[in-house]
């Protein structure tokens, strides 16, 4: 595993090509710009954020932390803490309306009491409860069996791999794509496999490489970049087409 001096030390600090009006194939070296200049402007983010810490409480919060912001997991992670709904037994044995109303401030509570006892189920039936198990898998086969349960989706089972395991998985999710997009990086296929991908064949398959980009984009597309940029704010303004006022966001 890389120290972050070392991966800075190591990536490109400019651009393979200048902003243009049109959308391009991102290069290695564009890709390695935007870590550095991420990492120079905010330092390291040490991210999953948790409340207690701890496996149970990443897998869960990785379910819950879909499609809300990580502030109402929180507050969602701290009921089931002090009503001890704190293990994947107590998650089953609690009656459905009851986890409505533990989780309800983590939002769409009532899918998301299905996907937590649906994966609930899957690590006792599979596991014996215990995740060690499920993250000594290879990558790609501990990738296969979270997407078998339902309600979890790739980025689900990337946070998962690469935060709860520690494996180097990407990790793609809106914000990625609103930022390579306004970057002016075309990606072919445009799907998640296609994001995906390109950090795959561009970087080294590094754990704390991987942790550190996407909390980095993360933190700078929801602080900046968001659905109105911030573009007088930004770090990336002078390198980017939206930035520059070439293209519109």
């Known amino acids: 595993m890389h120290s972050p001096n070392q991966i800075i030390y190591e990536f490109s600090h400019t651009r393979s090509e200048p902003p243009a009006p049109h959308p391009i194939a991102p290069r ?85 009491t299905r996907k937590l006892k649906e994966f609930a189920e899957f690590i006792i039936s599979r596991y014996d409860g215990d995740l060690d198990r499920l993250f000594a898998l290879p990558i790609d086969e501990m990738r296969e069996q979270l997407l078998s349960v339902w309600g979890i989706g790739e980025e689900t089972a990337d946070d998962i791999i690469l935060y709860g395991a520690h494996k180097p998985s990407f990790v793609i999710d809106t914000y990625t794509k609103r930022l390579l997009g306004r970057l002016g990086w075309e990606i072919r296929g445009n799907s998640y496999s296609a994001y995906q991908q390109l950090f795959h064949e561009m970087l080294p398959h590094d754990t704390y490489l991987f942790n550190e980009y996407h909390a980095l984009i993360d933190h700078h597309v929801a602080r900046f970049c968001k659905k109105k940029p911030l573009c007088d704010r930004c770090v990336l303004a002078n390198d980017c087409p939206v930035g520059l006022g070439i293209t519109q966001p």
């Open 28 to 112: 290695r070296q564009d890709i390695e710009w935007l870590f550095t200049a991420l990492f120079d402007a905010y330092g390291p983010r040490n991210w999953w954020p948790t409340v207690h810490g701890g496996s149970f409480e990443l897998v869960v919060g990785a379910i819950l932390v879909q499609n809300i912001s990580w502030g109402n997991v929180e507050r969602a992670l701290v009921n089931m803490r002090d009503t001890d709904v704190w293990s994947f037994p107590s998650i089953l044995e609690t009656p459905d309306e009851e986890m409505h109303e533990i989780i309800r401030p983590s939002g769409y509570y009532k899918a998301k």
